[in-house]
T-cell receptor, first 112, second 114 residues
Framework: DAKTTQPNSMESNEEEPVHLPCNHS???????IHWYRQLPSQGPEYVIH???SNVNNRMASLAIAEDRKSSTLILHRATLRDAAVYYC?????????????FGSGTQLTVLP | DTEVTQTPKHLVMGMTNKKSLKCEQH?????MYWYKQKAKKPPELMFV???????INESVPSRFSPECPNSSLLNLHLHALQPEDSALYLC?????????????FGPGTRLTVT
């Protein structure tokens, strides 16, 4: 199964941008890259996903390397409410025996 | 309504008890999932239902028995659990299985087996 590698933890100052990296060197050509986050005492929450092109939504931006072996989740202005565990996940195509497999994630701490 | 609800929020049960966890969504999603999450670990997939049929069982012990009575409901029946089964049980739903669909998660049921 394709796996993702993320730093265990990162810190950011409030109102500054945060770049959360993810390596996925064994990604399949049809795997989507998904990001979820889990705030304390809550279920995971979808953040963003992409296939090849960079993506933006109201929560974040996703920058995908040209070879797709890495990606970066960008929070443009971190707030205290963004403190969470961020998971980078490869989502295979339907019919694949592989499913949404969470990696170990990055614990983001936002400092006031 | 983009909410997945789970009941109960907390459950304490003995090893000889039978209990059930319930999950409900009204987003018209036809794929539903059960995950197990131990403290400070990522969620682990247990079961996947697609169009009310079990499509994936990740080698889960038979003391966990899932059920999908209709497109909005997902149950997890528990029997003869072990203390190591204590965990947060998360339910999720999505449109029919597709690589580009987001999953919506419920808040989870915190299960303690004594």
């Amino acid at each position: 199964d394709a796996k993702t590698t993320q730093p265990n933890s990162m810190e950011s100052n409030e109102e500054e941008p945060v770049h959360l990296p993810c390596n996925h060197s064994t990604i399949s050509g049809t795997d989507y890259i998904h990001w979820y986050r889990q705030l304390p005492s809550q279920g995971p929450e979808y953040v963003i996903h992409g296939l090849t092109s960079n993506v933006n939504n109201r929560m974040a931006s996703l920058a995908i390397a040209e070879d797709r072996k890495s990606s970066t989740l960008i929070l443009h202005r971190a707030t205290l409410r963004d403190a969470a565990v961020y998971y980078c996940i490869l989502r295979p195509v339907p019919g694949s025996a592989r499913q949404l497999t969470f990696g170990s994630g990055t614990q983001l701490t936002v400092l006031p | 309504d983009t909410e997945v609800t789970q009941t109960p929020k907390h459950l304490v049960m003995g090893m000889t008890n039978k209990k059930s966890l319930k999950c409900e969504q009204h987003m018209g999603h036809r794929a539903m999932y059960w995950y197990k999450q131990k403290a400070k670990k990522p969620p682990e997939l247990m079961f996947v239902y697609s169009y009310e049929k079990l499509s994936i069982n990740e080698s889960v012990p038979s003391r966990f028995s899932p059920e999908c009575p209709n497109s909005s409901l997902l149950n997890l029946h528990l029997h003869a659990l072990q203390p190591e089964d204590s965990a947060l049980y998360l339910c999720a739903s999505s449109r029919p299985l597709a690589g580009n669909d987001e999953q919506y998660f419920g808040p989870g049921t915190r299960l303690t087996v004594t």
